[in-house]
C-alpha cells in the first residue's frame, strides 16, 4: 500500500537539507520499488510570510494524514522581533503537540572518523554510543499556569505538571528501546527536590517490572550532566523528562563533535513519526551550499526504521553515512582525520551518499 511523506522544509539551510534528504529517499524507493508519496508544506517562519501563522492548519491536517513527517529547521533573525505567539519556533512547539508525539529519541554517537572534533579526549569519546528519549508533550513547557503576577507584575510562576500516564508511554517507550539495545537504561530525575521526579521514579520502577532483563538505575540530573563529560560510555538508554532532556541532548550533541551529524525522531505510540535534525537554521549559512544534509539524511534512516518498517533499507543509509566520511568527504562544517581530505558541498556530500549505498547494494546482491 502506499505510504505518505510529509515534508516541512522550514527555514534557513531547512530546504537545502530536506531536499537532500528526499533525493536519498527516492533513490532507495526506486531501487526497492516502494510506492511512497511525498507532499510539501510550509512550517516556521516561510508559513509566517505566507499564510500569517508558523503553523497553518492546513499543514496539520496533512500531516494527520501522513505515515511521517520529515522536517528541516524553522528560525532565522527575520523573524526573531515577532511576538512569542507568531515566532517561528511555534509550529514546531505545535506540531508535536497537534500530532501528540511525546517522546523525542536522540542518538549520541561517535563517528571514528570525526572523533578528534571532539573537546573530549579521544578515549572518553570512542566508545560512545547512547540515546536519549525525552518526553515532549508535558512538564514545565506546557504546564499552565505560565504566568506574570503581581501589581508590577513582579512575580512569576512556571508549573511542572505530570500525570503518571504521561510518564508511564515514554517510559514504556525507553524500556522497548533499552531491550532491543544493550538492556540498559539510565532514568535521570531530581528526586532529592522535586515531588515529580518522586512520582517519575515510582513510575519507572513500576514499567520496569514488565522488563525483567533491563538493568534500570536512576540519575540525578546534576549528576549526569557531570558524567557526560566524564564517562560519556557508560550509557546505553535514557529517559528523562520535557527540560531536563532539553537541556541534556544539547550538552550530549557536543560530545561526538558535530550538530551537523545528529538525527533525531520524535514518536508516539502507533508508527507515526516526525524526523528532523537537532540542528537549527543556521541562517548564517543557509543557501551557500555549505550545509551539512547528514544529520538529515540520518533522520530519514530513522523515519525508514520506525514509521515504515523498512530496516534494511535505513541500515544502508547509515553504513552508506559512515562510509562517507571514511572516505575523506566533509562539508566545511566537518574536519575528517582520515588523512585524504575531500571537501564537498550539500550535493556533493548527497551524491557521495546515493553512490555508496548503490555500491553496498550491488556487493550484497553479488553476495547473495
Ligand atoms: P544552528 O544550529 O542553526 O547553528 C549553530 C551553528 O552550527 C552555526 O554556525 C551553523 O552554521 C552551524 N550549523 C548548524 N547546522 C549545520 C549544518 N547542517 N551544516 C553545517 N553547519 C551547521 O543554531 P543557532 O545559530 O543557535 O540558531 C539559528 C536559528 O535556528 C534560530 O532562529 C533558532 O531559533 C533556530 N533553531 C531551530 C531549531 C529547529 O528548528 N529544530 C533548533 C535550534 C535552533
Given at each position: 500500500m502506499s505510504k505518505t511523506i510529509t515534508v516541512l522544509p522550514g527555514d534557513g539551510i531547512g530546504p537545502e537539507v530536506t531536499s537532500a534528504a528526499i533525493r536519498v529517499l527516492k533513490h532507495l524507493f526506486e531501487r526497492f520499488n516502494h510506492d511512497v508519496r511525498f507532499v510539501e508544506k510550509r512550517i516556521g517562519g516561510a508559513a509566517i510570510d505566507a499564510?500569517?501563522?508558523?503553523?497553518p492548519q492546513d499543514t496539520i491536517d496533512q500531516c494527520r494524514l501522513s505515515d511521517a513527517i520529515l522536517l528541516g529547521a524553522v528560525g532565522g533573525p527575520?523573524?526573531?522581533?515577532?511576538s512569542m505567539e507568531v515566532r517561528p519556533e511555534q509550529g514546531l512547539l505545535g506540531i508535536r503537540k497537534a500530532m501528540g508525539l511525546f517522546a523525542n529519541l536522540r542518538p549520541v554517537q561517535a563517528f571514528a572518523p570525526l572523533i578528534d572534533a571532539s573537546p573530549l579526549k579521544r578515549a572518553y569519546v570512542e566508545k560512545v554510543d547512547f540515546i536519549i528519549v525525552r518526553e515532549l508533550t508535558?512538564?514545565?513547557?506546557?504546564?499552565?499556569?505560565s504566568e506574570r503576577r503581581g501589581e508590577r507584575r513582579e512575580q512569576v510562576v512556571d508549573t511542572l505538571a505530570y500525570s503518571e500516564s504521561e510518564i508511564e508511554r515514554v517510559v514504556e517507550k525507553a524500556f522497548r528501546l533499552a531491550e532491543k539495545r544493550r538492556k540498559k537504561l539510565t532514568s535521570v530525575d531530581k528526586a532529592n527536590v522535586l515531588e515529580s521526579s518522586r512520582m517519575w521514579r515510582e513510575v519507572v520502577n513500576r514499567v520496569a517490572k514488565r522488563h525483567p532483563d533491563v538493568a534500570v538505575s536512576h540519575m540525578l540530573v546534576d549528576s549526569t550532566a557531570m558524567q557526560f563529560i566524564?564517562?560519556?560510555?557508560?550509557?546505553d538508554v535514557i529517559v528523562t523528562e520535557n527540560m531536563f532532556g532539553d537541556i541534556l541532548s544539547d550538552e550530549a550533541s557536543v560530545i561526538t563533535g558535530s550538530l551537523g551529524m545528529l538525527p533525531s525522531a520524535s514518536l508516539r505510540t502507533d508508527k507515526v513519526g516526525l524526523y528532523e535534525p537537532?540542528?537549527?537554521?543556521?541562517?548564517?549559512?543557509?543557501?551557500?551550499?555549505?550545509?551539512?544534509?547528514l544529520a538529515t539524511i540520518l533522520s530519514a534512516a530513522f523515519l525508514l526504521r520506525?514509521?515504515?518498517?523498512m530496516d534494511q533499507e535505513a541500515a544502508l543509509i547509515e553504513a552508506a553515512v559512515q562510509e562517507v566520511l571514511e572516505r575523506g568527504y566533509h562539508t566545511p562544517d566537518l574536519k575528517v582525520d582520515t588523512g585524504d581530505s575531500k571537501p564537498v558541498d550539500t550535493a556533493g556530500m548527497t551524491d557521495q551518499v546515493i553512490a555508496i549505498i548503490d555500491e553496498k547494494r550491488r556487493s550484497m546482491a553479488e553476495k547473495g
Open positions: 499564510d500569517g501563522t508558523p503553523l527575520k523573524w526573531d522581533r515577532q508535558g512538564g514545565l513547557y506546557f504546564g499552565k499556569p566524564i564517562n560519556p560510555s557508560q550509557f537537532v540542528h537549527g537554521s543556521a541562517p548564517d549559512i543557509a543557501g551557500q551550499g555549505k550545509a551539512n544534509p520506525y514509521s515504515l518498517d
